[in-house]
């Protein structure tokens, strides 16, 4: 089986999740990935190992001199550098790009940052829940009582963050084998959560219409949304299209509601919603879900995450997958969502000691 981006080098500098988990994609995609970490410095959550998966790890100290002159020995053998440090880190310890381009012309160097390498917030720490406020995400997501909605993945950094800086990295890949250049991407975690605003964004932009909680198609503006049933537990309904809203009538056994269903006035889509509210607390989600389960209309029930694991779409799917630890067990990770027929990704490791490679990388021990 054929590696996609065999050949591919990295030295990952990066750490925390955004850097790891784009650097983690190229790994399962087949590029030779090397983390760049702190002298005897362990895997702290498990979440640690699943991001090193099939990583290569050397332990270095970004103070010593002699390391810093190993590193950029180092470079010239290595296609793309990843960092993730604060604008300006990486020029003071002499790894900046326009240091490393005096050595590897060709070289790929993309930093990631919460907002980017220029701009008056360039300095300036944050976090996930910012970067989504700040990038007007927040300011429509929610509820009108409540206000913006606690989000359980982190989308900024890896919607955000990991994805933009691979879809940028294989870009400057494609552009170097046409030209031979080299170039720096400059992923702010911040600009990217805007661009995520893909559809709402022209609401505004075009028409000035302001983006405000629960007024929007898909974001509580209509019955498009979450249901509570029976047993506290709830429904996600997402039958937007005339043939899905018909589909959700006819199973919930009221084709009474077909007009409001196929009106696309908004003061019928509230009142659509308020009676399917009434509706699906009749029924508990295990009843809902045999219901729907042969029924076309856009609603699947709302999972908890060991019920995701359980499910069999997941495992059909091959969605979870057992990856080998260097004590001879293994630990159970989420494969790579990346299906090809002509490839299929070789999980090596789930993560390694920090400085594991430093003899076969660096032709010294961690010290």
């Known amino acids: 089986m054929r590696m996609l981006l065999q050949g591919l080098k990295v030295l990952d500098f990066s750490l925390l999740l955004p850097g790891p988990f784009a650097t983690m994609m190229l790994a399962d995609l087949g590029a030779e990935v090397v983390h760049v970490t702190k002298p005897a410095e362990e895997p702290v959550w498990v979440v640690d190992e699943y991001l090193q998966r099939s990583k290569k790890s ?3 100290d970004l103070k010593d001199p002699e390391m810093i002159a190993s590193l950029k020995a180092l470079v010239k053998d290595y296609d793309i550098v990843v960092e993730q440090f604060r604008p300006g880190v990486m020029e003071r310890l002499g790894l900046g790009y326009e240091e490393l381009k005096k050595i590897h012309p060709g070289l790929i160097y993309c930093s990631i940052t919460g907002y980017g390498q220029t701009g008056p917030f360039k300095n300036r720490g944050g976090h996930d829940i910012n970067y989504v406020s700040l990038a007007g995400i927040q300011g429509y997501s929610g509820t009108q009582a409540e206000g913006p909605a606690q989000i359980g993945i982190q989308m900024a950094d890896i919607a955000g963050g990991s994805l933009h800086a691979v879809v940028g990295i294989l870009a400057a890949v494609i552009y170097r084998t046409r030209t031979g250049e080299g170039q720096h ?10 661009a995520l ?14 983006l405000e909680r629960e007024r929007l198609m898909l974001n509580g503006g209509t019955f498009y949304g979450y249901y509570e049933t029976k047993d506290g537990r709830h429904l996600s309904v997402g039958s937007l299209e005339p043939k899905f809203r018909q ?4 199973a919930i056994g009221r084709e009474d509601l077909l007009p409001l269903a196929m009106s696309f006035k908004p003061k019928d889509a509230i009142a659509l919603k308020a009676q399917l509210q009434l509706i699906f607390k009749e029924k508990t989600l295990e009843e809902w879900t045999s219901i729907f389960t042969h029924v076309d209309a856009c609603v699947e029930p709302v999972l908890t995450f060991e019920e995701t694991v359980e499910h069999p779409l997941f ?3 091959e969605m979870y997958v057992e990856v080998a630890k260097t004590d001879g067990t293994t630990q159970k990770q989420i494969a790579c969502p990346i299906k090809s027929n002509i490839f299929r990704p070789i999980y090596t490791t789930a993560g390694v000691a920090a400085g ?3 003899e076969e990388i660096l032709g010294s021990p961690a010290k």
């Open 356 to 358: 594991t490679h430093n």
């Open 185 to 194: 991407l400059d992923i702010s975690m911040t600009d990217c959560a805007l």
């Open 315 to 317: 495992s059909a799917r």
């Open 58 to 60: 050397i332990a270095v």
């Open 247 to 250: 589909q959700l009538c006819m």
């Open 197 to 210: 605003n893909a559809l709402s964004a022209p609401e505004y932009l075009v028409s000035g219409q302001p």
